[in-house]
């Protein structure tokens, strides 16, 4: 009975996800154990995963769905800690049973031949799939890597036995046993591991995916990894590229290893929420906008466009503000009008902060004979810690305008959005916003930015 209730509770619940549905799929299995308390459903929608159900009874191991399907497709079981994943296929009426062992191996019990046969190939190359998720998988990079290169050629000879009569299932199914062993290796490329200590050069591995006329076929969209695997992607062509000389792959540059330009929209779309400030989205995205080929990228192109175009930008007003230096004394932003100013945001507790000091130091002594540049940083450090700031900088011997912001909220972080640090931002010698986002010390990218707010003229 209280399986009944449940799967009832459910089959409302999941009415956003598959609204105006008449027809249901039924999910049932048992988990060898539970680590984050539920069972969680998920579609594939636009080249994701969007949750739809979960399933929290921990007093057993036994869970069940019944989801309304308006159309077949790509479903996901996992839990809430994404170290796993169960792929199914799902059509109106189906029925499902399974036994999933943690964390992820599973038995498809009843099912469709669909499910049978990805059943099929999990089994085929979970050697790789698994560990590519599990971070706490003990497996290190070597024989890793040669049981990838093992099971490159398994998709096309799985692909003779892709005939189970459903034609769009066939090539959904072709389609994933093209990229699952390369999707793997990505993913255990570029997740924080064990195996990175002992600073392994991936390059030459990563240099065999890195290669012209990349995923033509734009089924592909239809997978819930596709947006994750055209992220690690793009990772992977920067590596390799960065690898070859000191210039990091451009997004042009990625998106010309692309087959199309259906493709390359994708590509881009997923590079969408990573803009903040409308400079670099006009730099970077602007002069591709002719890749966002369907409705669905045009619109989002367009979103984030009118979004960003409200936001800050090159020539706006540099905040003003009335700060304390390591003496005491209050230093306004408006006192420097007529110079550049590189403002470095930052706290001894940072890391990554911390991490840039030695490169900025470097960029100070390429300037310091210019009058017309200023170096200051404004410590984002808590007011109990105003002492261990001071220490930190004489110490450290840092030099230029050091000023103390009294905690991460601030009038700073506020007008400039600041969620993360490190965070560099330079500003003209007419007092306005030059680069709103400027790139690190360490990036050789910002003398460039530097040079040319020097040269502008206001």
Known sequence: MKKILACLFILFCCTACFAQSSSYAVIKGKMNEYRSGEIVLFKAVDGGRAKCATYGNTKDLDFSFAVPVKEAGLYYLSDQTGWWY?????????????????????????????????????????????????????????????????????????????????????????????????????????????CWSTHVDFTPFLSQFVVPKKYCNTQLMKLGEWNDLLQLFSTAATFVKHAAGPTAASLKQTCELFCNDTIRGAFLSTKLGSYKYIDKFQEEIVPLESYFITASQKKAYQEKL??????????????????????????????????????????????????????????????????????????????????????????????????????????????????????????????KIFDVDAPRPSQPQLKTVIDKALEATN
């Open 86 to 194: 169960v792929r199914l296929y799902l059509k109106p009426n189906d029925q499902v049973e399974l036994n999933i062992s943690y964390p992820g191996k599973y038995q498809i019990v009843k099912g469709s031949p669909e499910n049978k046969l990805l059943w099929e190939w999990f089994n085929t190359v979970s050697a790789v799939t698994i560990p590519s998720f599990n971070s706490n998988d003990t497996i290190t990079f070597q024989p890793f890597s040669t049981k990838v290169n093992e099971l490159l050629p398994a998709g096309k000879k799985f692909q003779k036995r892709i005939v189970t009569g459903n034609s769009k299932f066939n090539e959904l199914m072709k389609q994933i046993t093209d990229i699952d062993v390369e999707y793997a290796a990505l993913r255990f490329c570029f997740t924080p591991r064990d």
């Open 306 to 431: 009118s979004e960003l175009s409200k936001a800050l930008h090159k020539g706006s007003p540099a905040a003003n503000f009335n700060f304390e230096d390591s003496t005491g004394t209050q230093v306004s932003m408006e006192s420097f009008k007529g110079k550049v100013v590189l403002i470095d945001m930052w706290a001894t507790w940072c890391q990554p902060c911390r991490g840039e000091i030695p490169h900025l130091k470097k960029l100070e002594e390429e300037y310091k004979d210019n009058k017309n540049v200023v170096f200051m940083g404004i410590s984002f450090d808590e007011s109990r810690d105003k002492q261990k700031w001071k220490t930190f900088l004489h110490e450290n011997d840092m030099a230029g305008v050091q000023l103390f912001a009294s905690g991460f909220k601030n009038p700073v972080s506020d007008y400039y959005q600041v969620n993360a640090i490190p965070r560099f931002i330079v500003i003209d010698k007419a007092g």
